[in-house]
């Protein structure tokens, strides 16, 4: 071989190389195209759905509790039931066509029950069952989307290991354990906004 | 007349050992004088008691707030609940101006931080400072990642010099039989509560009243049985220092300089529990957890 050909072999070989190299940093596995995304990135676009979809339902929150009185501390507690009662109302009849996964999209489902999966089969375990037992678990109540969460029932306590699995909600929702289920909450408005059923071990 | 004896002689050994348990507040003057109620707002019978016990303590013992440790209204959430559930029980108190700072338990609407006289202004978890004592009141249902940067930065900014005492519904240290300790909850705060020198810790949930022995330098304290009563609810775990569940209690704790005082009282005056407390000397330190890191 000449010195003329070697130097097109490699002028042309170099930069496949380079291609090569780079595809397998990047994870990729020769002939099955790119790569599979992770658990974390999977995660990562499920909740971010999730939180867009928390964001319109809180923008809502606010527009509807903008045009009432505002809740204030007061030692008139009647103001603040009526607040409760009159805000769930409102936000129930701008959702009266609200069901089940409307926030917990279907990829969101999947990712908390792959947090609550880790967090029950991990080193949490244990703490995690702790915690709910100790928490006094609700287990004969059925809640509905757009239903308010029963007064003077007990919540439940969140794990805080997998409080902290979950994506950080703004103040004016919150996520809360009913039985099996995750449930999310409007906490100002007592109101159960979406649930995903049977997420939860039965021995919880 | 030789029965009449025995039965003076026993009337006296009781009467001593009724004065051995007394126990004097130094009352000083400027000191941070105050009581703790847990598990309280069941609106029955007990919990008047309770509330009228506390009154007829504060004519010796004149403090000046309560704090609450949760499940401060059981069972709804209505105009009525409040009243009998807090407003007529502690009415003598609310008239005499004694303010009442709330932490919200498992029974708790979450609204209740809206309550005027529970002195939460609208927040889950708050501080405040009377004297030389900063108080952090916590929202243990839900500890999630604001809540505990939040904690981590008003215990940083809280400084050294004064004592820091947390209230929170669910007892890091229990050997209460119906829920005991909250490990999860204990993984994620002692080590904050090591580092920045927290020295007394209240808490309720369970129905009993436990000092536990001090915890990697910390007090902790179950006042749980304020309204509810769990008798017979404490286990043998070997973490108690003194357990009673023979009745509802409530606590009485001055803070002078850098001694705490406290006396814990049977709805019927008996003194189940006192004590003193002293400060420990101690240099911040790192947590020994790293969980609080890899969160």
Known sequence: MTTRKRKIRIKYLFPLVMWGLLLASAGAKPGTGPAAPSEEAKNGADFKEFMDRVQAYVNLHKAI???????KPTDQPEKIANHQQTLAQRIGEARRH????DIFSQGARKAFRRAVREEFGGPHAHGARTTIRQGEP??????????????????????????????????????????????????????????????????? | MRKARIAILILSLIAFCASGDEFKFPLKAGSV?????????????????????????????????????????????????????????????????????????????????????FHMNGANYYTFRKGNVRFFALDSNYMDAKQLAWLEKELQNSGT??????????????????????????????????KYGVDVVFSGHDHVYERVKPEKGIYYFTEGSSGQLRPDGLAQTGITDRGFTDDRTFMLVEVAGDVLYFETLSRGGRIVD??????????????SSTEQKNH
């Open chain 2, 161 to 194: 010099s004064d004592w820091k005492i947390c209230f929170f519904h669910h007892p890091l240290y229990s050997s209460g039989k119906t829920h005991g300790s909250s490990i999860e909850l204990r993984s994620l705060i002692e080590p904050l509560f090591i």
């Open chain 1, 98 to 101: 609200a069901r089940r996964g």
């Open chain 1, 138 to 204: 609700l287990k004969t109540i059925r809640l509905r989307v757009n239903e308010p969460y029963p007064d003077g029932l007990p919540y439940t306590t969140l794990p805080p290991t997998l409080l902290l699995k979950f994506p950080k909600l703004p103040d004016q929702v919150a996520y809360r354990i009913v039985g099996r289920e995750l449930v999310l909450l409007d906490v100002e408005a007592n109101l159960v906004i979406d649930r995903i059923p049977d997420i939860f071990p039965e021995t919880t």
């Open chain 1, 65 to 71: 509790a903008s045009s009432l009185p505002a809740l």
């Open chain 2, 33 to 117: 004088k105050f009581a703790a109620i847990g598990d309280m707002g069941t609106g029955e019978a007990p919990q008047y008691q309770v509330a009228e016990r506390m009154n007829t303590e504060r004519q010796q013992f004149p403090f000046d707030f309560v704090i609450m440790l949760g499940d401060n209204i059981y069972g709804g959430s209505s105009g009525k609940d409040f009243e009998k559930k807090f407003e007529l029980p502690y009415k003598a108190l609310l008239d005499s101006s004694v303010k009442f700072y709330a932490s919200l338990g498992n029974h708790d609407n979450p609204n209740e931080r809206f309550y005027k006289l």
């Open chain 2, 274 to 287: 006192s004590g003193e407390l002293r400060r420990p000397v101690r240099a911040p330190e790192q947590p």
